[in-house]
């Protein structure tokens, strides 16, 4: 008993923005596994996807949901009771065929489940019913309890009116033993489909636990699916992401030679000014050896200088002498010239007085 899946894809999940009902609001962050399962206690196909513990898919298929592809990898369906508009994207068209086939097939099964629902409904529907003034409702059938385990009470609501157990005082005695063996077996058959369910309930309590489970395991499951398949997603579920990543990846590496570019000049203008520091460095010990040259020629100069400044003030020296001692000479040449002068002077008195 329970349900059982019976087809599972991976694609990525969407439903319609209920504020605009236009725009596509992504559900799953990445692509996850979308399955169909079949209950065959209530004869009932729902898909049903999880993203980790959460539900993004609750959808039952009933016979007026349609399946529309709008895109080569893009199909999306109408959920009147969830008042919602699932859409899902596939990695490929085939997965998006594949999975609409499949739609149609179970779409179909349930649409005969229910004519089969309604043609039993209208067998054990009589004309007594109606000259009773009692409205008995047809009995409790698999597509009168459809939706999940927590939700039986409510779907029981939705599909089918309560049924009130038949009566001594709802049945007349006038009627025939055939009519009235029927409505026995009817009740037989309500009170069968109660105890049915009332063991279904109790089987799906006490298989909560399991449920939890086998929950874990799934989740478990997809982990480790999603991780196995993350590269490929990257490549074959996204074309514009690839694209765009291509893009980026070649802006990244016109960048990248440019910068690599800029790093080459950089270089160049680094080994010229590697050759200029080698050629000032072999000028500067040019210039060093010529300094050195130099300092060495500076001290044979400092000493011919020191050299040369004894011999001027040697010679100053002598010079000093000379101009004393021409000095001298003068003064006595002076004091002959006037001794002589004198003389003259004498000489030239004796000659005017003879």
């Not at 799906?204 to 997809?222: G, I, M």
């Not at 398949?229 to 980026?248: I, P």
């Not at 060495?296 to 001692?325: H, M």
């Amino acid at each position: 008993m329970g349900e059982q899946p019976i087809f599972s894809t991976r694609a990525h999940v969407f439903q319609i923005d209920p504020n605009t009902k236009k725009n596509w609001v992504p559900t799953s962050k990445h692509a996850v596994t979308v399955s169909y399962f079949y209950d065959s206690t209530r004869n009932v196909y729902r898909i049903i996807s999880l993203d980790g513990s959460k539900a993004i898919i609750n959808s039952t298929i009933t016979p007026n949901m349609t399946f529309t592809k709008t895109s080569q990898k893009f199909g999306q369906w109408a959920d009147s009771r969830a008042n919602t508009v699932y859409g899902l994207g596939f990695s490929s068209e085939h997965h998006l065929t594949k999975f609409a086939e499949k739609f149609q097939e179970f779409k179909e099964a349930a649409r005969l489940a229910k004519e089969k629902s309604q043609e039993k409904m209208e067998l054990t529907s009589t004309p007594s019913q109606e000259s009773a003034g009692g409205d008995l409702q047809s009995p409790l059938t698999p597509e009168s309890i459809n939706g999940t385990d927590d939700e039986r009470t409510h779907e029981v609501t939705q599909n089918s009116e309560p049924r009130a157990e038949p009566t001594q005082n709802a049945l007349p005695f006038s009627h025939s033993s055939a009519i009235s063996k029927h409505w026995e077996a009817e009740l037989a058959t309500l009170k069968g489909n109660n105890a049915k369910l009332t063991a279904a309930l109790l089987e799906s309590t006490a298989n909560v636990k399991q449920w939890k489970q086998q929950l874990a395991a799934y989740q478990e499951e997809a982990e480790r699916l999603h991780k196995r398949v993350t590269e490929l997603e990257c490549v074959s579920s996204q074309a514009n992401a690839v694209h765009t990543h291509k893009a980026e990846l070649n802006q990244t590496i016109q960048e990248l030679e440019e910068t690599l570019k800029k790093k080459e000049e950089e270089i160049e203008k680094l080994k010229q000014e590697i050759d200029n520091a080698r050629e000032l460095q072999e000028q500067r010990d040019s210039l060093t050896q010529k300094l050195q040259d130099v300092e060495i020629r500076n001290k044979d100069l400092e000493g011919q200088l020191s050299d040369l400044e004894q011999r001027l003030e040697k010679s100053q020296n002598e010079q000093e002498a000379f101009r004393n001692n021409l000095k001298t000479l003068l003064e006595i040449l002076d004091g002959k010239i006037f001794e002589l002068t004198e003389l003259r002077d004498n000489l030239a008195k004796l000659l005017e007085c003879s």
